[in-house]
């Protein structure tokens, strides 16, 4: 192992120690995905093809300069992405489902709109809200015509957040990935195909044996992976290690 592998390794250990101290709800995930990929290095006694093919990734995540909490956090995501994309409804009820939060968004939109044209809700009027959750901070609310005033605080205007409801939502609508099909072997390619594009788009790497390394070290669906089964499920270039 390379002098900067052994750095990763003793980085992941860092991270691992760090961890236990944080209260972040993602903190404890991250440090169990940290020590399923150090147990891939520590078991060359007991199966040196995967420490092998584990080595040579962390080789290829060196080479592009990848740190070990960036490539936690491509893991995590890439998890989170499988498990979004498995847990997804079928093509028509989740249209469905989207069409109706636009739908009762523009009609709340309306609602306030004619409650305050006909004067039962103030414009302009704004109220300074504390929260016990969240001391020593506050928000102004208000429901419309609060734009270009300064209030000292926070400002959350009710017509303009619907507003940027219905702007997000069209663009998450946009922006949903094609529905990954599962393949004959029984395979869900929802992981593997995420961290491939994170680590080709976000750092040049394309790897098919790294994809498939990372996958069989933290138990993706579908483990055990290959090169050639990464390839298969991603069309990444065959040409590359």
């Known amino acids: 192992m390379s002098k900067a592998s052994?750095?990763?390794?003793?980085?992941?250990?860092?991270?691992?120690?760090?961890?236990?101290?944080?209260?972040?709800?993602?903190?404890?995930k991250r440090a169990d995905l940290a020590r399923k990929l150090l147990a891939y290095l520590g078991v060359k006694r007991i199966d040196p093809e995967a420490h092998r093919t584990m080595k040579n990734a962390w080789e290829q995540i060196e080479k592009k300069g990848i740190a070990p909490l960036v490539l936690l956090n491509i893991v995590h995501c890439a998890l989170d992405d499988a498990n979004n994309e498995e847990t997804r409804p079928a093509t028509k009820p989740e249209g469905l489902l989207l069409d109706d939060v636009r739908a009762k968004l523009v009609a709340l939109r309306g609602s306030i709109k004619r409650a305050i044209d006909g004067h039962a809700l103030p414009s302009g009027k704004a109220w300074l809200l504390e929260f016990e959750t969240v001391p020593d901070e506050a928000v102004v609310f208000g429901f419309d015509g609060m734009a270009g005033r300064?209030?000292?605080?926070?400002?959350?205007e009710l017509a303009e957040a619907i507003?940027?409801?219905?702007?997000v939502l069209g663009l998450h609508r946009d922006?949903?990935?094609?529905?990954?099909?599962?393949?004959?072997?029984?395979?869900?390619?929802?992981?593997?195909?995420?961290?491939?594009?994170r680590l080709r788009r976000l750092h040049g790497l394309n790897s098919p044996a790294t994809v498939a390394a990372i996958a069989n070290a933290v138990g993706a669906p579908g483990s055990p992976w290959d090169r050639a089964g990464v390839i298969g499920v991603t069309r990444c270039g065959s040409g590359k290690k």
Do not use: N
């Not at 750095?7 to 903190?27: N, T």
């Not at 029984?186 to 961290?195: D, E, H, N, T």
């Open 6 to 28: 052994k750095g990763h390794v003793a980085d992941l250990k860092e991270l691992i120690e760090r961890f236990k101290h944080e209260r972040h709800p993602y903190s404890k």
């Open 163 to 167: 507003e940027a409801g219905l702007l």
């Open 175 to 197: 922006a949903l990935p094609v529905r990954l099909e599962k393949r004959k072997h029984g395979k869900s390619p929802a992981f593997v195909r995420s961290l491939d594009v």
């Open 150 to 156: 300064d209030y000292g605080f926070m400002a959350f």
